[in-house]
């Protein structure tokens, strides 16, 4: 009874949760590096070698939330400021992404290299490249810290919440991804406008986080 409390509409926000992953599946939308190496790898070797570098990449993102959620909860304890700080450097953050699409060309490139790799392989190439890559770790920080949606629950378990909402948005996303390789792809070669129709949505989606960032309370 004490966990059903927990979770009533009295102590979480979801307003706060559903802005989240509708964020979250606007950013998987957007073409980036992991989407884009979903779909070549879809189209160069398949379905299911598509299949199996999603749930690489996705299981990478429990290495980040793991980190996150034990480091920036303890902040959330000791200090109100360093919190603030924390926000505004992920604000910051955020616009600086918005900028860098904003000065792409916004073309989306497809190689179809023909090189057979095995699921399991290319499983652990996923989640290599998404464990390594330390600016999954400072998007995490940017992006988390302003949805912690109750004042009740411990923000580790807020935290991994996010965490298991941003995966499933993703691994749904790109599991699409992977099983329409071949549509997808076509689509984006026949209509060259695509590409900068995608890079005003990530633009838009940035921007929007980090203005929120800076609005929203602890």
Known sequence: MHSLLLFSGETINYPI??????????LAISPGPDNIFVLTQSISNGVRAGLATVLGLVSGCLVHTTLLAFGVS???????????????????????????????????????????????????????????????TIFFLAFFPGFLFSTELDPVVQFYVLGLLFML??????????????????????????????????????????????????
């Open 17 to 26: 949760l559903i802005g989240f992953v509708l964020s979250s599946s606007a």
């Open 74 to 136: 303890e902040i959330i304890k000791r200090s109100d400021a360093l919190f603030f700080g924390i926000k505004l450097f992920g604000a910051i953050y955020l616009f600086y992404l918005a900028y860098k699409v904003f000065k792409s060309d916004g073309d989306i490139l497809l190689e179809d290299k023909k090189a057979a790799k095995s699921p399991k392989n290319l499983f652990w190439r996923g989640f290599t490249m998404n464990v390594l890559n330390p600016k999954v």
């Open 169 to 218: 948005s993703a691994l749904i996303i790109f599991g699409a991804i992977a099983l329409l390789a071949g549509s997808i792809s076509n689509y984006l070669k026949g209509y060259n406008k695509v590409g900068f129709y995608l890079k005003w949505v990530q633009i838009i989606v940035f921007s929007g986080i980090a203005v929120y960032l800076l609005l929203s309370d602890k």
